[in-house]
């Protein structure tokens, strides 16, 4: 039996060796179940979030302002509200066909609920970028919102009127939460496969 | 003449927003648009074939 690392990179190298070998962190083929259109809405949802993420470097370096005055910055917003429009929709596309094909057998419950969490945090992803957009549209949303976080007491930590607070959660603090939560998703699909379809019952055939 | 907004000749995306209602039921246009192409789409997904597969004879 090979000696262990004495060192925690060593060990840290020989943990992914064992748990994530190279052939299934980066595979060239997949089972032939795979080939449907139901598989496809995973990468859509990661093609889309790679949108959203890079209309929202281009958007960070003018500032939130900037699609306000001028017709460049309101494209690129546009990018990213769209980006965001589509993220979400096949998100919702990907939960379904995951939820219907029981995604969760075969030791696969932490990616269902990576999955799931992510498409939680999405959303205040998303409504932080609503009281984002330096409008009457975002104060009114802050206005009504407040009441409701209030209510929870999530108001003393979370504060929808502190214009700063909204933004550096926008910006920051949940996209990291959301794809963090992303890589380890897609590395936990790669540790265990994707999901087979459910098997056909053959007394009911 | 051209128009600069090609969709928003289609749609008016700057108007007031239309709603559906029907008793307790009340749901915004867009948001109803956007539910009821998801679930055309998540049908497509599963009846259309994929290209480069073929049906077992």
Redesign the interface.
């Known amino acids: 039996m090979e000696a262990e690392s004495p060192t925690w990179t060593g060990r840290v190298r020989e943990a992914g060796m064992t748990v994530l070998p190279p052939e299934r962190l980066l595979p060239d083929t997949q089972p032939a179940y795979v080939a449907s259109w139901t598989y496809v809405f995973g990468v859509l949802t990661l093609s889309a979030f790679a949108v959203v993420l890079l209309s929202g470097f281009v958007i960070a370096l003018a500032g939130p302002a900037w699609w306000h005055t001028s017709s460049t910055g309101h494209f690129v917003n546009s990018l990213h509200l769209w980006g965001t429009e589509l993220f979400f929709f096949f998100m919702v596309v990907h939960l379904w066909g995951k939820f219907f094909m029981a995604a969760w057998r075969g030791h696969r419950a932490r990616t269902w609920i990576t999955g799931a969490v992510s498409f939680l945090i999405s959303i205040a992803t998303a409504f932080t970028g609503y009281l984002s957009q330096q409008n009457f549209d975002s104060q009114w949303i802050g206005g009504q919102a407040k009441d409701g976080l209030n209510a929870s007491g999530a108001g003393a930590f979370f504060n929808v009127l502190n214009y700063g607070q909204m933004l550096l959660w926008h910006v920051l603090l949940l996209p990291l939460a959301v794809g963090g939560l992303i890589v380890l998703h897609v590395l936990l699909v790669r540790r265990s496969g994707v999901v087979p379809p459910l098997p056909v019952d053959e007394a009911k055939k | 003449m051209l128009r600069s907004n090609p969709v928003g000749a289609v749609i008016d995306l700057n108007g007031q927003a239309h709603y559906v209602h029907s008793g307790w039921f009340l749901i915004s246009a867009g948001n109803l648009a ?1 539910i009821v ?2 679930v055309v ?2 049908a ?3 009846l ?1 074939p ?1 290209p ?2 073929r049906k077992k004879g």
């Open positions: 956007v192409a998801m789409v998540f497509l997904a599963i259309l994929f480069g597969t």
